[in-house]
């Protein structure tokens, strides 16, 4: 995911009611597959940011960031704003990330960077 590509679209603009908690959050671009695309009640190109490890099926990627899982327990239980959300995302073919992160296209974010996005 790209995770510094804010839209002006509000998330109720467009998600399902499952999202209805989120309604007010910003809705962020997660790259450019799914980026021509964006069609309303439709969760599966939907993506989230949070730091709740112990919501149900959350898939942790660092020290403080965890993606997805499910979206009406992380309703329950989190501040809508611990929550970022995302329509698309980045896609590489073989080899292509690696050689544009050798020229400086993409960076690594520390596994700490969750509470600075």
Known sequence: LVVNRPTPLRF????????AP???NPLFMGGEVGETSVRPSEIAPW????GFETIPRAQR??????????????GQLVNPDAVRLFWGHTQFGPGEFEEQ??????RRLPDDVWPLV
């Open 12 to 19: 109720g603009e467009l998600a399902a009611s499952a999202f």
């Open 22 to 24: 989120f309604a007010n």
């Open 47 to 50: 993506f989230w940011l949070h």
């Open 61 to 74: 990627l660092s020290n403080a960031a965890v993606l997805g899982g499910d979206i009406e327990a992380l």
């Open 101 to 106: 992160h050798k020229s400086n296209m993409w």
